[in-house]
Each structure stands twice: as C-alpha cells, then as structure tokens.
C-alpha cells in the first residue's frame, strides 16, 4: 500500500488527524513538519515516521515523497495579519505547486487538500446558506489574504492534479475543540474570555469540532470523489447567539454594545492605527471585525452523504473548548 504522507501534522487539525489514523488501524504514516514536537517522536513505535522539512522546498518535499501512495496536505499558516501575505501566499500557493508536482512524478494516487469554508461560505446578509456549488465570493474574499491564498491554493491543486493524481478538498469552517496549542483557530475564543472583545458583530459564524473534521479526512481518503469539494460545519449561528452560549458556558459576561458595520470596522481601524503608531498590538484585530460583519453561514449535506461527516452537539465543543483554553492559556490548573 505504501506511506501516507500529512503534511502539517503537527497543527490543531494535523495533531487530531495523525492521532485518529493511528487509532483506526493505521501504519506506515509520515509526518512532515518544519519542527517536530516531542509527543510525534513518542509515536514512532506506532509506526508514525517524523520528516522535518519545509512544504516549499523541492528537496525536502521529493525526500518526504519517498514510497509515499497517499496525501493529507494540511500544511498552512493561519493569520488575519496582512503583513503576512507573502508568507501564506508562498506555503499555501507555491507549496502545493511543489507538492502535487513532486507527487505527480512520484505516483502518488491520491491528495486530500485541507481548505477552508471561507473560499466559498462567506455572504453580507445571511439569507443564504451556500454549499459546494456555490460560487467563490471573490469581491468579499480577495480583502482578506488568508482566505484569498486558500483560494488560489484550491485553483492550484486543481490545475497541477490532473492526470492519474486524484485530488479531493475538505473545506471545514472555524475548527473548535481541545487541543490548539498555536492558538490557530481558537483565539477569537480566548479573547472572549478575556473579555477583550467590546462588542457585539452583526454577522454570524459556524464552527466544527476538530474531533469531527480529522475522522471526515480519513473519509474524504477513502471515500471522497475525485475533483469534488466538501464543507464541514455545525450550526450557523449570529455572534449574539454564540456569545450569549460562551457567557452561559464560562460565566464570562458578553459584551452588551452592539454597533452598526460600518462604525464597528472604522472604530477598529482606528483603533489599530493608534496602537501600531506606538508600536503596541492592539487588543483586536481590525480584520477580525471587519470579518465578523459577515455571515460564515455553509450546509454541509454533502459531507454527511458522502463522508458520514457527522457533528456533535455544539455544547460540548464549547464547553471542551472554554476547558481547554482556560487550563493551559489562562491559569487554571497551571500549578496543579
């Protein structure tokens, strides 16, 4: 059968997904990471092989190629940071290029590219709930260069895998969960407990628990079409709703001011003018008001159809979450 190759398997989701394979029978699994954590080298005697080496590297990528038959690129950098454009661009662009070139040569029979919702769920009014078919908002998304290199990711994937390399793309949205020691996914959240967060935006969200998403890649390997999308997600909430669910959760009084877009994003930026012209991080980021301002709304049927992509109650992915955050980020148990 050959290797299976995860690249970026060291992140929130890649961490899950490499834990859950190894569970569910699996060996012969190459882990490729810049750096390798302690807990990957402890599962080398569950058949998990560590590969340190850079998605954007032609050498490192055809090293880690070696006997490999399958993919799950999860390599990415996740930021809201418009200086860091040209970083997402060359690993979420420039380094599926290299990879699905490399694994073309190598005969790799089949990629499950890691995506986002935001390439294709994003609207202004939340009327609508979009799925696989419909079209990328590019006149929303091309604001925001995280979701716009993960756009160009996808069209790159698709171009560089034609032939006899499959290529199939999971699209998950805010991934929620224990476990995000980069505090990828999940700050929006510590910031709410921190109550860093002054108000409340007037778009909405949808989020999925990172122990539902690994085991619908591992289905997506196994049973996902060639050239097809699927999005995973759990409910479409308004902030409000998922603000007023965090209070009753943490105890932590949500914010009560609720501002129309326009003065929210411009009150932002302000914001964020003043505290860079001092050289100090402000306390939110301008984009991530801007972006709340929309609704993240997705209908993931096709997932549950075809993958047996199934969400927990979103209770617990809170609850779990809240947990998560507050022991290792926030104090509680830290001297225990």
Same mark, same amino acid.
């Given at each position: 059968?050959?290797?299976?190759?995860?690249?970026?398997?060291?992140?929130?989701?890649?961490?899950?997904?490499? +834990?859950?394979?190894?569970?569910?029978?699996?060996? $012969?699994? +190459? /882990?490729?990471?810049?750096?390798?954590?302690? #807990?990957?080298?402890?599962?080398?005697?569950?058949?998990?092989?560590?590969?340190?080496?850079?998605?954007?590297?032609?050498?490192?990528?055809?090293?880690?190629?070696?006997?490999?038959?399958? &993919?799950?690129?999860?390599?990415?950098?996740? *930021?809201?940071?418009? !200086?860091?454009?040209?970083?997402?661009?060359? &690993?979420?662009?420039?380094?599926?290029? /290299?990879?699905?070139?490399?694994?073309?040569?190598?005969?790799?029979?089949?990629?499950?590219?890691?995506?986002?919702?935001?390439?294709?769920?994003?609207?202004?009014?939340?009327?609508?709930? %979009?799925?696989? !078919?419909?079209?990328? %908002?590019?006149?929303?998304?091309?604001?925001? %260069?995280? =979701?716009?290199?993960?756009?160009?990711?996808?069209?790159?994937?698709?171009?560089?895998?034609?032939?006899?390399?499959?290529?199939?793309?999971?699209? @998950?949205?805010?991934?929620?969960?224990?476990?995000?020691?980069?505090?990828?996914?999940?700050? $929006?959240?510590?910031?709410?407990?921190?109550?860093?967060?002054?108000?409340?935006?007037?778009?909405?969200?949808?989020?999925?628990?990172?122990?539902?998403?690994? %085991?619908?890649?591992?289905?997506?390997?196994?049973?996902?079409?060639?050239?097809?999308? =699927?999005?995973?997600?759990?409910?479409? #909430?308004?902030?409000?709703?998922?603000?007023?669910?965090?209070?009753?959760?943490?105890?932590?009084?949500?914010?009560?001011?609720?501002?129309?877009?326009?003065?929210?994003? #411009?009150?932002?930026?302000?914001?964020?003018?003043?505290? +860079?012209?001092?050289?100090?991080?402000?306390?939110?980021?301008?984009? *991530?008001?801007?972006?709340?301002?929309?609704? #993240?709304?997705?209908? !993931?049927?096709?997932?549950?159809?075809?993958?047996?992509?199934?969400?927990?109650? @979103?209770?617990?992915?809170?609850?779990?979450?809240?947990?998560?955050?507050?022991?290792?980020?926030?104090?509680?148990?830290?001297?225990?």
């Amino acid at each position: 059968m050959g290797k299976t190759l995860i690249t970026g398997g060291t992140g929130f989701l890649g961490s899950h997904l490499v +834990r859950q394979l190894v569970e569910s029978g699996e060996t $012969d699994l +190459r /882990v490729m990471a810049k750096s390798i954590p302690g #807990w990957l080298e402890a599962m080398k005697e569950q058949g998990v092989e560590s590969f340190a080496g850079s998605i954007t590297s032609l050498d490192d990528v055809q090293s880690a190629l070696a006997d490999v038959t399958q &993919i799950y690129h999860l390599a990415g950098r996740v *930021s809201r940071d418009p !200086s860091e454009q040209r970083a997402m661009h060359e &690993i979420h662009i420039d380094g599926t290029r /290299v990879l699905c070139d490399a694994a073309k040569k190598a005969e790799v029979r089949k990629i499950v590219l890691a995506s986002t919702s935001g390439t294709i769920a994003v609207t202004k009014n939340g009327a609508e709930i %979009p799925d696989e !078919s419909y079209p990328a %908002p590019l006149e929303i998304i091309s604001r925001w %260069p995280y =979701y716009a290199s993960k756009f160009y990711q996808e069209r790159a994937a698709i171009e560089r895998c034609k032939g006899k390399l499959k290529l199939v793309i999971v699209q @998950p949205s805010l991934i929620l969960g224990p476990g995000d020691e980069r505090l990828s996914s999940t700050k $929006d959240v510590l910031d709410f407990l921190g109550r860093k967060i002054p108000t409340v935006p007037s778009g909405g969200l949808n989020f999925v628990d990172v122990r539902d998403a690994a %085991p619908a890649f591992i289905a997506a390997m196994k049973k996902g079409k060639h050239g097809d999308r =699927y999005l995973l997600g759990g409910p479409n #909430w308004t902030f409000a709703k998922f603000f007023e669910r965090l209070e009753r959760i943490s105890k932590v009084s949500a914010p009560m001011i609720s501002l129309p877009g326009k003065f929210a994003i #411009w009150g932002a930026k302000a914001m964020d003018s003043i505290y +860079r012209h001092y050289d100090t991080a402000p306390p939110i980021e301008a984009t *991530s008001v801007e972006m709340a301002e929309y609704f #993240w709304y997705l209908d !993931s049927s096709k997932a549950e159809k075809d993958l047996g992509f199934t969400a927990r109650d @979103p209770q617990e992915t809170l609850s779990d979450t809240v947990s998560y955050l507050r022991k290792n980020f926030l104090g509680n148990g830290l001297f225990a």
